[in-house]
């Protein structure tokens, strides 16, 4: 199948040429068709399966026809990057169509979005704070919108947009197109569709499992050891460009502080940063000034950067789904990728889940000098040296292996030797 079947006008079919697409991926073969027809549609893909061109091309198709300078298609995305990523990739399918596309977000001056507002634009790319502020500024009205499509339903969720995202749908004219994508089906966002949609065609690829073209390879070691162990797979793998994704803002920061001075090219962004600052390190990791950008989970969703050759978990996600968001970020529409993940023992349980998800096991493997023992079985060869070292009535060794590596376990297990052999 190609994009000749969709039968496109010849103004988005060059958009389609000018982004390098030349046959659709499996969302966009089951989405386009009813998107095409007017149906309303309930999409379960995640990010990296080219669902932003999914929605995009047939909205393109719908808008070319009637009048301009009113805002007649509203995305609703749930973070700055997204939006932006999305109003981006709108920018470059719509160039020769003359539609107009407009971010709006907070963390920004409202002004110049105000301005370009009133200059006339046909699709708005907004994130659900910002978009409510400047319709009860009484800005702009939602009242010619014909489709609408919220993307990332299930993020918007999880950070507590749906009362917002409620009050938007209220604006809207009735008669209207509605979408909604989501990665994952929360009761709550189930709720959201069946009230929103009106007979939806339902597309899924592949929703709950993580992009084919990944592999997975799990790096056992203690958390003392990460940065180590990430500035030595750094330098050991061809890594062209690296995100790292860190639990906290704080370690976000310290850790692309320290590849920085440990001579890496990297940057951090996470939520304490201004929105110029988020974008500059974006921008800079696109362009490839920064080969390494450690992100917290904010960067996990949406956000597309071609040629992401390495994803590493430098902590573990909370959930099997961030995970997968994760590692999306790499392997994008079919390109290969590699995922790393840094892992304990106390990381055990989220690992089996992840796995469960993956539906096989990752590959375990250890930096040379990075070599990982279970805890139970470092226990017992220390109980079992112990042992030899008595019968032997010789010194004990202080060259034991891993000493620094494992410090925190040798002496608990030495702890619980001295009580067991006084
Ligand atoms: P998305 O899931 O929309 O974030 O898209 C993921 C990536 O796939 C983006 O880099 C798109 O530019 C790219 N993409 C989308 N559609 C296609 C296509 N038909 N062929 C190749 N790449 C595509």
Redesign the pocket.
């Known amino acids: 199948m190609s994009f000749k079947n969709f039968k496109f006008d010849p103004k988005i079919t060059a958009g389609i040429t000018a982004?390098?697409?030349?046959?659709?991926?499996p969302i966009?073969k089951q989405a386009i068709p009813p998107i095409l027809e007017g149906r309303d549609i309930l999409g379960l893909a995640q990010?990296?399966?080219?669902?932003?061109?999914a929605f995009v091309l047939p909205l393109l198709q719908r808008l070319l026809n009637g009048p301009r300078k009113k805002v007649r298609a509203l995305i609703v995305a749930p973070t700055r990057e997204l939006a932006e990523q999305i109003h981006a990739?709108i920018s470059k399918m719509a160039k020769e169509t003359g539609l107009r596309s407009l971010s709006i977000y907070g963390g920004v001056g409202k002004h110049p979005q105000v301005r370009a507002i009133r200059n006339g634009v046909e699709i708005i790319v907004a994130c659900p704070g910002r978009l409510l502020d400047l319709l009860n500024d009484k800005t702009f009205t939602l009242s010619a919108v014909e489709a609408l499509v919220l993307d990332e339903a299930d993020h918007m969720f999880d950070k507590g947009f749906l009362p917002d995202i409620r009050r938007i749908i209220k604006q809207l004219p009735l008669k209207r197109q509605s979408m909604v994508f989501s990665a994952t089906m929360p009761k709550e966002i189930r709720h959201l569709a069946e009230n929103l949609l009106k007979n939806p065609v339902a597309v899924q690829i592949n929703h709950t499992q993580p992009i084919l073209a990944i592999s997975h390879v799990l790096f056992q070691v203690a958390k003392e050891q990460k940065t180590s162990l990430l500035k030595s797979i750094i330098k050991e793998e061809e890594m062209k460009s690296t995100l790292v994704f860190t639990r906290t803002k704080h370690k976000a920061k310290s850790l692309a502080l320290h590849l920085q001075k440990a001579g890496f090219s990297a940057a951090s962004i996470q939520g304490n940063l201004s929105q110029p600052k988020r974008q500059q390190a974006l921008n800079g990791f696109k362009d490839g000034t920064f080969k390494i950008l450690v992100a917290t989970d904010i960067a996990a969703r949406?956000i597309?950067v071609?040629g992401i050759s390495h994803v590493i978990n430098y902590d573990v996600p909370d959930t099997a789904e961030t995970y997968t968001h994760r590692t999306g970020r790499t392997g994008?529409?079919e390109r290969t990728g590699q995922a790393f993940i840094f892992a304990g023992q106390e990381d055990s349980k989220i690992i089996s889940l992840i796995e469960r998800n993956l539906g096989k096991k990752m590959q375990r493997k250890t930096a040379p000098g990075f070599a990982f023992e279970p805890k139970e079985i470092v226990v017992e060869e220390k109980r079992k040296r112990f042992q030899r070292q008595i019968v032997r009535k010789k010194k004990p060794s202080t060259t034991g292996r891993g000493r620094n590596q494992y410090s925190g376990v040798f002496s608990l297990a030495a702890g619980r030797n001295r009580t067991a052999h006084p």
Do not use: E, L, S, V
């Open positions: 982004c390098g697409y030349t046959i659709p991926t966009q990010t990296g399966t080219g669902k932003t061109a990739d949406g597309d071609k994008r529409a």
